[in-house]
């Protein structure tokens, strides 16, 4: 009798000590878990700017340009004051360059002189003058592009040590360059024509305002159509379907779409729009249906999720005052998961944005210098537009291709942000 209290502290300390060892052993658990989780989010920050700083570091050039300021005289002898549209504007700005260097004679030096400056010089004096017919008989400054190698060489991508056979800049063009820098006329400018140019053969002409007005044109179409289809069909499954096997098919069909490579509904949009709908390639209303097809069943388990999040208690309240079913959707269901519903709509339209294999294989890579009007003009799209340009062997493309993916991840981020704040502004919280 009397060894019992001593077994029975002995046993305690020995589950007190096991206990202490368990709790060390949770406590240690729980801080590899927190090691891991912040290990894992330091490598995916660490790769995030890892991408971003190298797109960033390739494609910051692309937002500036090389210009050079020319004083151009606009002659009767070549424009025509009654139709100033149609001057020899090549002449006249092949006759500025001329009088900056009046000592060079030789006729392949005068072709290699006025190759410093742009071809599309000529296209911007004409502009300017159709613009302001008073400019004719006048001698005005202008300032314009300089060709893409002089414009790598002013950024420092060409470097003057490197053996002349090499560069794509004679020596004495470096001449004529750095004469122009000492009296001025070089500067760098804002390249305002990387949004608001469209597409040339000439990567210091070259823009993306027919890529973005070929995306706009695309995405307004592909929302027409997905966002009240695939907000009538999440309705009808969720609410008013019975269930039975049909309906549990549709389900199971709709949610194995969402996981389709993009490929296939390319193929399915060549197929039926250009193949049977007989439709053009390369418009903007092809690649949009093409599109509404792959975001289709996105918006649709969104919608859905939105919808049954609602409590039932909405709907039962509802109904016990004398709504309808049809009045409990469209008054209180609906509005209550609308904000879901608008989330997961800017969500997939912003997939689609950044989709381009379902493009490529509608036509909507084609070379588009003109501006797009329409759903039925053919256009390109941002990501065939990175496409084009990094399949172009010119090495000022390589940073306009960089820039034009930030331009592409900038729009993505805003839509984004937007679906974020519709979340915050109109999200209920039960």
Not at 36 to 47: D, K, M, T
Request: overall charge positive; aromatic content about 8%; charged content about 15%.
């Amino acid at each position: 009798m009397s060894n019992l209290p001593a077994n029975k502290s002995v046993e305690t300390g020995n589950q007190q000590a096991q206990r202490e060892v368990r709790i060390r052993q949770r406590y240690a658990s729980d801080r590899r878990l927190r090691y891991f989780g912040l290990g894992a989010v330091g490598i995916a920050l660490g790769f995030l700017v890892l991408l971003v700083s190298s797109i960033s570091y390739s494609g910051y050039q692309a937002f500036s340009q090389t210009h050079v300021v020319l004083e151009v005289t606009i002659d009767t002898d070549k424009v025509d004051a009654a139709d100033p549209f149609k001057g020899n504007y090549r002449g006249v700005v092949r006759d500025a360059v001329r009088a900056v260097f009046p000592g060079v004679t030789n006729r392949r030096q005068l072709r290699d002189l006025v190759g410093i400056v742009s071809s599309g010089a000529q296209y911007m004096v004409r502009d300017r003058v159709v613009a302001d017919p008073g400019l004719i008989n006048t001698t005005f400054l202008i300032s314009v592009p300089v060709a893409d190698p002089v414009d790598q060489f002013h950024k420092g991508n060409i470097s003057r040590d490197t053996r002349e056979s090499l560069r794509r800049i004679s020596d004495q063009e470096i001449e004529w360059y750095d004469q122009w820098v000492s009296a001025g006329a070089i500067e760098s400018r804002f390249n305002w024509a990387l949004i608001f140019s469209s597409d040339s053969r000439y990567p210091e002409l070259a823009g993306l305002k027919g890529a973005i007005a070929g995306s706009f044109y695309a995405l307004l179409v592909c929302i027409a159509i997905s966002f009240p289809v695939g907000i009538a069909a999440a309705v009808y499954l969720e609410e008013f379907a019975p269930k039975n096997r049909w309906t549990n098919l549709v389900e199971v069909n709709i949610n194995n779409l969402a996981a389709v490579p993009s490929i296939v509904f390319g193929l399915l949009g060549l197929a039926v729009f250009l193949g049977w709908f007989g439709l053009p390639r390369s418009v903007p209303l092809v690649g949009g249906m093409t599109l509404a097809l792959m975001t289709l069943p996105t918006i649709v388990i969104v919608t859905r999720v939105a919808i049954s999040a609602v409590p039932p208690s909405i709907r039962e309240a509802a109904m016990g005052i004398g709504a309808s079913r049809h009045q409990v959707v469209m008054h209180h269901v609906l509005p209550l998961s609308l904000p879901g519903i608008m989330t997961g709509t800017i969500i997939a339209m912003a997939q689609a944005l950044g989709e381009t294999a379902p493009l490529l294989l509608i036509g909507m890579n084609a070379f588009i210098a003109g501006d797009t009007g329409g759903v039925m003009d053919p256009s390109t799209a941002l990501p065939t537009q990175i496409f084009i340009w990094a399949d172009s062997p010119e090495r000022g493309f390589v940073a306009r291709t960089s820039a034009a993916i930030m331009v592409l991840l900038g729009f993505l981020i805003v839509m984004n942000g937007i679906a974020i704040y519709l979340r915050q502004k109109f999200e209920r919280r039960w």
